[in-house]
């Protein structure tokens, strides 16, 4: 699989869609579909609780899921992006979406996680996501309200309210570092695996991508 970076100029598109249409989820059992159900989307309770354990621990994800610094040139609030941490059948902002293609098709029911990126490690990723949903099941995690209304239309003030994902990859790594009791179950993750890619992604691009000029900085302060 080819990977360009999630943004890799000003006016580019995003380079995620052709990844995170691969970040589907969903759970089976002896052939039948466990995620099909009466509920918001034809989802089942199952589902929603699965789906609410990857709100929960969706900025932790980000560590994982989106770990670059370009990640994030991509993730911006107010230009479409999946940024907010919430559940929506319809809403492009929302970071987990129910594809709706074929809206009777119970084999068809998942949930993706349109914040991922192709820079990820599908080694980390995968299971880190598959972890969280786990985690949301076995606590029955409450997605919270879906998020189907025009979030354009919202007042700053009730924007505000909505859970985002990290701004930064170094906030999704102190997130991570906060929030990673759950990838620990059944030695899935281990504290030290975790530990290593924490520090890793700090000193190898935290520091020296905060450390560097950007060419955007020369034009801005140059004549200053």
């Not at 759970?27 to 159900?37: M, R, S, T, V, Y």
């Not at 230009?79 to 319809?90: D, M, N, Y």
């Not at 349109?114 to 820079?119: E, F, L, Q, V, Y």
């Not at 239309?153 to 985002?164: G, R, V, Y």
């Given at each position: 699989m080819i990977r360009r970076p999630p943004r890799s100029t000003l006016s580019s598109s995003?380079?995620?869609?052709?990844?995170?249409?691969?970040?589907?989820q969903?759970?089976?059992?002896?052939?039948?579909?466990?995620?099909?159900?009466?509920?918001?989307?034809?989802?089942?309770?199952?589902?929603l609780h699965y789906i609410g354990g990857l709100i929960k621990h969706g900025q932790a994800l980000m560590g994982l899921c989106a770990p670059t610094s370009n990640s994030y040139k991509r993730l911006v609030?107010?230009?479409?992006?999946?940024?907010?941490?919430?559940?929506?059948?319809?809403n492009r902002t929302a970071a987990f979406r129910v594809p709706m293609y074929d809206p009777?098709?119970?084999?068809?029911?998942?949930?993706?996680?349109?914040?991922?990126?192709?820079?990820?490690?599908?080694?980390?990723?995968?299971p880190a996501m598959l972890m969280a949903g786990l985690d949301g099941i076995e606590n029955e995690i409450d997605p919270g309200d879906v998020l189907d209304e025009?979030?354009?239309?919202?007042?700053?003030?009730?924007?505000?309210?909505?859970?985002?994902?990290?701004?930064?990859?170094?906030?999704?790594?102190?997130?991570?570092e906060d929030d990673h009791e759950f990838l620990l179950k059944g030695d899935v993750?281990?504290?030290?695996?975790?530990?290593?890619?924490?520090?890793?992604?700090?000193?190898?691009?935290v520091d020296q991508v905060r450390t560097r000029p950007h060419p955007w900085e020369y034009y801005l302060t140059f004549n200053a």
């Amino acid at each position: 699989m080819i990977r360009r970076p999630p943004r890799s100029t000003l006016s580019s598109s995003s380079a995620a869609s052709d990844v995170y249409k691969r970040q589907h989820q969903s759970i089976w059992k002896d052939g039948k579909p466990l995620f099909a159900g009466n509920e918001y989307a034809g989802l089942s309770k199952m589902a929603l609780h699965y789906i609410g354990g990857l709100i929960k621990h969706g900025q932790a994800l980000m560590g994982l899921c989106a770990p670059t610094s370009n990640s994030y040139k991509r993730l911006v609030p107010g230009f479409e992006a999946p940024t907010i941490l919430g559940l929506s059948a319809r809403n492009r902002t929302a970071a987990f979406r129910v594809p709706m293609y074929d809206p009777d098709n119970k084999a068809a029911k998942r949930v993706e996680f349109r914040s991922a990126d192709g820079t990820c490690n599908p080694y980390l990723a995968f299971p880190a996501m598959l972890m969280a949903g786990l985690d949301g099941i076995e606590n029955e995690i409450d997605p919270g309200d879906v998020l189907d209304e025009d979030l354009f239309s919202l007042p700053d003030e009730e924007q505000a309210k909505l859970k985002q994902v990290p701004n930064s990859i170094d906030g999704a790594l102190n997130a991570l570092e906060d929030d990673h009791e759950f990838l620990l179950k059944g030695d899935v993750f281990t504290s030290d695996l975790l530990e290593a890619w924490i520090s890793y992604k700090r000193e190898t691009e935290v520091d020296q991508v905060r450390t560097r000029p950007h060419p955007w900085e020369y034009y801005l302060t140059f004549n200053a």
